[in-house]
Every structure is written in structure tokens, then in C-alpha cells.
Nanobody, 129 residues
Framework: QVQLVESGGGLVQAGGSLRLSCAAS????????MGWFRRAPGKEREFVAA????????YYADSVKGRFTISRDNAKNTQFLQMNSLKPEDTAVYYC??????????????????????WGQGTQVTVSS
């Protein structure tokens, strides 16, 4: 069982930056591929970014590519999402997700929400124009 707790959300002006963190419980964080998803009001949950269990591979949605950076610190059981050049359309609740990747290669990542085993409670990001 893995528990995920997001933090770092808030209100920011367009063009600003935020850094989201996701702290995971347990001692096997390095066995999990991680991801970030978001859900805007009235919209479906959408993929934002993914990172392999080793941190060696990352993948981004086209809408955030070049602006967001996903990373992880396996020694601290934490993953991050650095969000720069924020736009009002980035306003959403952001969710951290974990996928057991014990039997996958070190650089495998996942982009579909139903691939993931564990989810955080979400953190609100609001970007004002």
C-alpha cells in the first residue's frame, strides 16, 4: 500500500511558477513509476506528465511540454512537478499517481490513468489572467 500526499498548489498569476510535490509513504518508492494528472472544472481528468521508476525517462502532454518538468528523488520518496509560464488554462486540481513497476524496465513510464494503482487527494492550482 502506498499513500500519496500532494502539496504546493495555490493561486498564481499567468506567467508565474509553482512547484508541486508528492510525498509517498513506504520504503519501495523506487519500484513505482509516477505520474501527474489534472482535472479542470467540467472536464475529464487528463494526463500531464510521467516519469519512470529510475527517473531516467519522462514524458509530457503536448499542452505542457517545454513549460513543466517532472522529477523525483527516490532517496526522499518524493516526486515533483515544476510548472513555469503558467496559463489560465492550467487551472485544475492536480493529482499525483503511482504505478507498481517492479516487473517493468527501469525506464518504462505510464500515461493512462487506469494504469495507475494509487492516487493522492489532489492539490488545487489556480492561474489568474
Amino acid at each position: 500500500q502506498v499513500q500519496l500526499v500532494e502539496s504546493g498548489g495555490g493561486l498564481v498569476q499567468a506567467g508565474g511558477s509553482l512547484r508541486l510535490s508528492c510525498a509517498a509513504s513506504g520504503r519501495t518508492f523506487s519500484r513505482y513509476a509516477m505520474g501527474w494528472f489534472r482535472r479542470a472544472p467540467g472536464k475529464e481528468r487528463e494526463f500531464v506528465a510521467a516519469i519512470s521508476k529510475s527517473g531516467g525517462s519522462t514524458y509530457y502532454a503536448d499542452s505542457v511540454k517545454g513549460r513543466f518538468t517532472i522529477s523525483r528523488d527516490n532517496a526522499k520518496n518524493t516526486q515533483f512537478l515544476q510548472m513555469n509560464s503558467l496559463k489560465p488554462e492550467d487551472t485544475a486540481v492536480y493529482y499525483c499517481a503511482a504505478k507498481s513497476a517492479l516487473y517493468y524496465s527501469d525506464n518504462y513510464y505510464f500515461t493512462r490513468p487506469y494504469d495507475y494503482d494509487y492516487w493522492g487527494q489532489g492539490t488545487q492550482v489556480t492561474v489568474s489572467s
